[in-house]
């Protein structure tokens, strides 16, 4: 999805200004965002009706190797934080942050959680994960402390190929699905949910949570621009 860019900055990620909220609010909305990212996507899990495309890969390889999701989560990203520097992509506070938060805050939810079995319940579930993913999509990015580490990767081929953020997502989504079902990831109803309906409820929060823009600024949302797209955690 393409997320808000701030006007007169087409160069850096987020939404509303810096200078706008404390620093202090800024920080709470980013912890609190990939927490709760975190913990939504435990729901989808324990749901087991279909994964964001991502975690269906964390998960095949959490299936291949014994590890928990949630630490494979975060050895992913911090392998595609690391393909950063031959793109010269640099990192922000949220960048590094994503990489360590989310993946504790998933396995942790998990731990929490029953198996459930009963369609009656995991409906539900698979619901409220997606609604407070993208909540938590929405906090984050209006923090405004930098993209995750797979937004990076893939403005970053932008950059350097000149394809269309869309194809370089729709390629490495395509890639990274196809294998995580290969090693036993879940794809279904789930995923096809997620697709369509976390663009909308992203920008929909990102519009809740954003710092009020100075007098007679508006918010635009970015589109073509690479810099100023961020897909998700």
Same mark, same amino acid.
């Given at each position: ?29 980013l912890y609190a ?5 975190? =913990? ?13 495309? #991502? ?28 393909? #950063?520097?031959?793109?010269? +992509? ?16 998933? !396995? ?6 029953? !198996? ?27 923090? !405004? ?5 797979? !937004? ?49 409820? =992203? +920008?929909f929060f990102l ?17 073509? +621009? ?8």
């Open positions: 999805m393409s997320t808000p860019g701030r006007p007169g900055h087409p160069g850096r990620p987020g939404f509303g200004r810096p200078g706008s909220s404390r620093p202090g609010r800024r920080l709470f909305m965002g990939l927490a709760l990212y975190g =913990a939504s996507s435990a729901l989808l899990v324990k749901a087991g009706l279909g994964l964001e495309p #991502w975690n269906v890969l964390h998960q095949g390889l959490a299936e291949l190797t014994g590890l928990s999701m949630g630490l494979v989560l975060t050895m992913v990203g911090a392998a595609v934080l690391l393909l #950063w520097i031959p793109l010269r +992509q640099r990192p922000g506070l949220g960048t590094v942050s994503n990489v360590l938060v989310i993946g504790f805050a998933m !396995d942790t939810t998990l731990a929490a959680l029953p !198996d459930v079995h009963s369609l009656a319940v995991r409906v539900p579930l698979l619901l409220a994960g997606v609604v407070l993913n993208g909540m938590a999509t929405g906090l984050y990015i209006s923090a !405004d402390f930098g993209p995750g580490p797979r !937004d990076g990767l893939m403005t970053g081929l932008n950059r350097r190929t000149g394809r269309s953020i869309r194809l370089i997502r729709t390629v490495v989504e395509v890639t990274v699905v196809a294998t995580g079902f290969a090693l036993g990831g879940t794809v279904g109803i789930g995923t096809v949910l997620y697709a369509l309906s976390i663009g909308p409820l =992203a +920008q519009r809740v949570f954003a710092a009020p823009s100075a007098p007679g600024r508006s918010t635009i949302v970015a589109t073509g +621009q690479p810099e100023g797209a961020i897909l998700r955690p």
